[in-house]
């Protein structure tokens, strides 16, 4: 039976080609988007799967209880020894997180993650060489492991194998492995690995913080190998005991197990776990957005067959005269529907094979889109399910003619006249292109507005020189000595960007302490920034000691300390608790247009040793002054590559990249709703034109010219295209208002930006209407009436 019901299905779409492709073009489409967003659903679910010990192998947490309770993925190490003399525990492992390092070799240099283990690492977890020794290498001081992609990026395709890799301030070390990369994503990237003696090594020549106490809990993770899976109880039990204080008395540590499959989806609760993946909401919206986005496309199918009920209603009736059964009639539509879907599944699928094997697709280039015994059953489900709601409404329409009624041809005509479900289908497709059209307008308007108040606002002619801790006064002494540098200022911050450091502000009426950020600055960080002082005065030019104990605040932070008890510029002069020091307050920064609303409150205390930056007023800021600054480095710092360069062209590029990443996926999703909207009513207006052939040329022969039919044909769909203008303006309105949580007062609801983003989606769908209208010119009427 199903395979009856298939090889109709196949004479079916054949015999209407255009419909037929226009439903598979558009659902493939969205599948493309739909196929992704599953494959980004699965890989996710996917994490640390390639593990052999993965039911035994748990990671410890650290719940650290005080003034704010917190739940961290990293654990102090000094508890390492007590958990290893636990009867049911296998192993324990020590993974040490080292943050990001500049990397160099001959080819060049490049950033990546530094983390410090012990040989039981590869017995533990399921991480392979591809060649190398691991126990060896763990156990040396003054080897690396690498990861197979860092050997492509520092020596191509030859042998890493026993080569020196330079580290920024550490040396070089010998590449003792390549490991090899993973089947599957894992909590633990692996980039550059280096034993716990090297830790050792670097702690002891003051090149990295020394880890001895109980409460440096937040740089190691601890893992631990049970005997079984069933040990986590004894585990956790063990763990509770071990709960210790911190030495002031004012926080406590208490520890439990996490089962390292539990780490993804990620547990937004939990810091430091960088690497968990999406947290379960994401992977639900992204569900919903596929379904959603396919779901659309599949309604060109439903709307198209419902437009065709009148000229399926005869084969209807001829069948049910022949003994079809309603039943039959219902499941022969669905499973027309479903081939469709299922071909368009098939397309987008081989499509986005194709072009992750030719290395074209850049998006999404870490997803496991291999037809696996999982993957399968997904696609194989949402084939079904997309083709089962496309098809279900014109089934259920036709299966219920009766053969005496279809076959007179009257009741037919009076239902098909009430059915208006094409034309709902249509407005809905276009409300949603309206309202994302008008969205993306507004974005890219704001993005705009932002980027064009961030040129106006950003100095010219200053390179920035980061430190990388290293003092400042080495290097500022031979840079003073240039006859381009004008100026030079010491900070640990950027202008137009959050601190790093934050500090605890004590405020009275009512008494409370706050956390605001902490910025260290000198006396000519205002001028080469220009940054202006709405009151006050700046720290004097010469500096002195007593200037550590003044400061300047943003606006942001006068508001939050003065609140509703007078004006902000009654606190110059005021005198404020920071932490556990007394600080003078003797300015008050005036916001600037580009972030003021986002502006988050910062103290700036005199301090030019705690630097992070040099920044240099030079004239000019050239790309010849940036080289000689970089000679200077590399003569007063050769074991550090230097980082230097334009604080305006590198302010520029960080915010286009940061523009382009995050209206890219709505640009994408845009275009690809609109292109099935247009799908839709391209094939809607074919239908149009073709089922209208005998009355067009019955007008034409009467005289109507060529003009007045093409506007009474186009006009219906055009008066569609106005409505869900009625109804996708206000939602486009609706989401661009949300944009204002990220950019303020630059988002513009005005008239002219709705009208922009509907006057684009008017234009290109009454292009594709046109399109098919305009071939009743051709149209023969001699041929047509001669032919009926």
């Not at 987008?348 to 194709?354: C, D, Q, R, T, V």
């Not at 098909?416 to 479900?421: A, E, K, L, P």
């Amino acid at each position: 039976m199903i395979q009856n019901y298939i090889k109709v299905s196949f004479r079916s779409l054949y015999k209407n080609k255009l419909s037929t492709l226009t439903n598979i073009v558009g659902l493939s489409v969205s599948m493309v988007i739909g196929v992704l967003l599953f494959a980004m659903v699965k890989t996710n679910w996917e994490t640390d799967h390639f593990h052999r010990h993965i039911a035994r192998t748990f990671r410890i947490l650290t719940s650290v209880k005080g003034k704010e309770n917190t739940l961290w993925a990293t654990s102090p190490p000094t508890i390492v020894q007590n958990i290893s003399k636990l009867s049911f525990v296998e192993k324990t492992i020590l993974v040490r997180h080292g943050g990001l390092m500049n990397v160099s070799t001959e080819k060049g240099a490049v950033s990546a993650s530094v983390t410090f283990s012990e040989p039981a690492f590869f017995e533990i977890f399921g991480f392979e060489l591809l060649s190398g020794d691991s126990r060896k290498t763990l156990d040396d001081p003054n080897s690396v492991l690498i990861s197979e992609e860092m050997s492509e990026k520092l020596f191509d395709t030859q042998n890493a194998l026993g080569r020196a890799i330079k580290f920024d301030g550490w040396g070089n070390f010998l590449v003792g492995g390549i490991i090899k990369k993973p089947l599957f994503k894992t909590h633990l990237p692996v980039e550059v690995m280096f034993s716990l003696k090297a830790a050792t090594a670097l702690e002891n020549r003051n090149l990295i913080q020394k880890l001895s106490t109980s409460e440096d809990y937040k740089s190691v993770s601890l893992y631990v190998l049970t005997k079984a899976s069933k040990d986590v109880e004894k585990l956790n039990n063990a763990l509770k005991n071990l709960s210790v204080e911190s030495r002031n008395g004012g926080e406590k540590y208490i520890f439990s197990a996490q089962n390292i499959e539990e780490i993804t989806p990620w547990n937004p609760a939990v810091k430091n776990d960088l690497h968990a993946g999406m947290h379960q909401q994401a992977m639900n919206m992204w569900i919903f957005l596929a379904l959603g986005l396919t779901l659309l496309a599949a309604f060109n199918y439903t709307g198209l067959s419902v437009a065709r009920i009148l000229s399926r209603a005869k084969e209807v009736g001829i069948r049910k005269t022949n003994g079809a059964r309603q039943k039959q009639i219902f499941s022969q539509f669905i499973v027309e529907a479903i081939v469709i879907s299922f071909l368009a599944l098939i397309i987008a699928y081989l499509g986005i094979f194709s072009i992750r094997q030719a290395g074209g697709f850049s998006i999404g280039a870490d997803l496991n889109i291999k037809p696996d015994l999982y993957f399968i059953p997904i696609l194989f489900l949402y084939a079904v399910i997309t083709g089962f709601v496309a098809g279900i409404i014109p089934a259920f329409f036709l299966a219920r003619f009766k053969p005496v009624d279809v076959l007179k041809n009257l009741k037919t005509i009076r239902l098909v006249t009430r059915i208006n479900f094409y034309k709902a289908i249509i407005v809905i497709q276009f409300s949603v292109t309206v309202m994302l059209m008008i969205f993306f307008v507004i974005l890219k308007d704001s993005m705009g507005k932002q980027h064009d108040l961030l040129l106006s606002n950003l100095p010219e002619n200053i390179i920035i020189v980061e430190l990388k801790n290293r003092k400042a006064t080495i290097i500022k002494s031979e840079i003073e000595r240039l006859g381009q540098v004008e100026k030079i200022a010491l900070s640990n911050c950027l202008p137009f960007s959050n601190p790093s450091e934050k500090c605890t502000l004590k405020l009275t009426s009512p008494e409370r302490e706050t956390v605001v950020y902490s910025a260290f600055v000198d006396q000519n960080f205002l001028e080469i920034f220009n940054l202006k002082l709405k009151a006050g005065s700046n720290f004097p030019g010469k500096a002195v000691e007593k200037d550590a104990h003044y400061a300047l605040v943003n606006t942001s932070a006068a508001r939050l300390i003065k609140q509703k008890n007078g004006r902000e510029n009654d606190l110059i002069g005021e005198i404020i608790a920071v932490d556990s020091t007394h600080i003078q307050i003797i300015g008050i920064l005036a916001e600037n247009e580009f972030d003021s609303e986002f502006t988050v409150p910062t103290i700036y205390r005199y301090n030019d040793s705690n630097a992070n930056f040099l920044a240099i007023k030079s004239h000019p800021a050239s790309s010849d002054n940036i080289r000689l600054l970089k000679k200077i480095w590399q003569k007063t710092f050769p074991d550090f590559s230097p980082a230097i360069y334009n604080y305006r062209e590198n302010a520029i590029s960080e915010s286009k990249a940061g523009e382009a990443e995050f209206s890219l996926p709505f640009g994408v999703l845009c275009s690809v709703v609109m292109l099935v909207a247009c799908l839709g009513v391209l094939g809607m207006a074919n239908y149009a034109v073709q089922s209208g052939k005998l009355p067009i040329s019955i007008r034409k022969t009467f005289g109507a010219n060529n003009q007045q039919i093409l506007a009474s044909v186009t006009k219906p769909f055009l008066k569609l295209l106005l409505l869900s203008g009625v109804f996708g303006i206000p939602l486009g309105w609706f989401c661009g208002n949300l944009l204002k949580t990220r950019f303020g007062s630059h988002v513009d609801l005005s008239f002219y930006n709705l009208l922009i983003g509907f006057g684009i989606v008017l234009v290109v769908g009454t292009a594709v209407v046109v399109s098919q209208t305009f071939r009743i010119i051709y149209i023969n009427p001699a041929k047509i009436i001669r032919g009926e």
